[in-house]
């Protein structure tokens, strides 16, 4: 199967609604080549349903950075799948390493989320990697083979088109360190190979993301890299020319 490449932002908790909204106007004026490259943002929850209505029409995609796997109860602060699916959002990153270190949530955690946004039909982001002390030890393989068994435990299937996996090593994460060509190559061939471990062989077409300081300038080395699908992209996705920078790099340079 031939995978579409893919260019997600996550914008954090950063952009008011108006700079939002006007940051996704541009970009659909300047992204021409739309064919080759699926571009997804996620911005905070405030601005999600007027960035839908923004790009209503257009191939863009738009992502929530998080849902709790209740669909509606007592979660002070929390928002369901079946809301977000309300606003016409189509995508939720689960697990990002923010979530994991900052605010404890847990691979079981992590498991339901993914259950309950698969059930309600819309695709997870689903977010992978390991600490520095974790590499350091040598723990690198086994950390990303933990998070993504129990992340992915009860599924009996994964179809390709349904789900995105993003590594994101935590070491990589907003330090301007980006991990090596090689240290992208296996930790992406041993997600595809715990995969297929796990499902058949047709999930080796899930495409798998890398994310950690992606910028303008390391972004045609990482996508030439072997198992590399595409990017989920934190401070370079918030600015204009750089993100479009990348996604035109992406499209001339992801051999597939
Ligand atoms: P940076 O691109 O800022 O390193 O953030 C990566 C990330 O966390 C995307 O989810």
Redo the contacts with the bound molecule.
Sequence with gaps: MNIKPIV???W?MYKTLSEGVSFVGNIRKRILDKEKVKVIF?PPFNSLFSIVETLDGTSFGVGAQNAHHESQGAFTGEISVEMLKSMGVQYV?IG???RRHIFGESDTWVNRKIHAVLDGGLIPIF?IGESLEDRQKNQTMEILHRQIKMGLDGLDFIDPEKIII?Y?PVW?????ETATRDQVAEAHESVKSILCEMFDEQSSSVPILY?????EKNATELIETEGVDG???????LKEDSFCSIIAQVTTNYKG
Excluded at 172 to 176: F, S
Excluded at 211 to 215: A, K, L, R, W, Y
Excluded at 231 to 237: N, P, V
């Design positions: 997600a932002g996550n954090k996620c990153i990002h390493s923010e977010c993003a994101e990589a994460i907003g330090t301007g994310g950690g300081s992606v910028n990017f989920l992209i934190g401070g370079a996705s």
